[in-house]
């Protein structure tokens, strides 16, 4: 059965120190919302080994499924599989698929020490492949770990997507030229009858006047098409 | 004394929908680092009462400060301030400062319920005043409420940066034409040796080729150069 329900897990210290504006949970979070997978929490922390364990182990007992990005390259600073590992207790081991096509790739003479540490994955791991990179990432129970390079990390995403969420939300936006504050009493009360339907409302400006927007999700077309008519009577209502 | 460590809570919807990508933490990111206080999560959760209590409790136990953005207008799904007040076990209370400057600024009359909402912050908040907005932001304990809309979080945020560190970071990238794996054990030993500089290598392409940065960031400028020039030694002697 699909994922319902999953969380994130940004592992890099270039995101937290604002050098990298992060991009992949943004791109996963648009493709959950497609496909109908609730994203509920995104976490961004640094390579730090505790921080990893305790943050990972707190996410996979909370929700369906968690994606982790980056840290699993060959440097120091990669430690995302060998935190994972010690999050599931179990050991990290050579996978023999990875060793046999890094040494088809660089020769047996070309899987120096770096390469060797990006064919390690914890035990029992099931293996991500994608065309994008030799290096794949790695299922281990409910987490998904794939990569930090933005394009790798979109390709891993899309090979398992289908294993989440299986009724697509739809998103229907209204403009608003009114003050929030002029609807907010009889939003409430709309949102209140429709508790299938998700109502934001977001505030912007115009030049110096108010321009925001009403914005209307859910997974049942028919609801979400009567939100919207009601929330539309409603603002004809206050603006006349 | 100016907080060392901080985490940034943003709370919303639009955010794990995929309908807005992520500004204020990135924003708050790159001022932190210049001031050299170190961001050590970001965490981005739905408009939801018992995961921003759970989730603040939670940051502002581990960590001297905590920023939050998103979730204190007028509607329905700005539920941030209640739930403050509930994480903290404190009354919401209506901050006759904020009272008397919607007063003033819409009239008695046009003090309608969507604005009284915004008239209330936990008990015993200090406020945060910016030029771009009537409804200020709250400060609890070690808690800074902030808005979601980007331009009044950029404002607020500028307005309490001077509690946050004290000694700022500095950068350095070097670009690199080799693919990590060559230099990830020289680079290790390297930054084993440099305790007090955070040595980062991210992997990019210039075409067919490997072309990516080895970014190194410290509080000690001495120390920085230092280890910038011990990493350039080392890749001269692997290039040659």
Redesign the interface.
Known sequence: MAHQTAAILVIG??????????AN??Y??????ERGC??????????ERE?IISTLNRLREQYDAVITSGGI?????DITMESIAAAFDVELIEHSFIVQAMTDHFGAEGL????R??TRVPQGSKLIRCEKTIAPGARIGNVYILAG?PYIFESQLDSILDQFGDRP?Q?IEIEVELP??????A??AI?ADFDDV???????RCGPDPCGKI?L?SQDTERLNEAVKTVNTMLENIAS
Chains 1, 2 share one sequence.
């Open positions: 210290n270039e995101v937290l120190s604002g050098r990298t504006r992060e949970a943004y996963a979070a648009g493709k959950f919302f609730k994203l509920s929490e995104v976490a961004i922390i640094p390579d921080a390259g060959p440097t120091h600073d120096n020490e770096g390469r540490r990006m390079v939300y998103r929030e504050s002029l609807f907010a009493k939003l409430t949102q998700e109502i934001g409302s977001y505030p912007g914005c999700s």
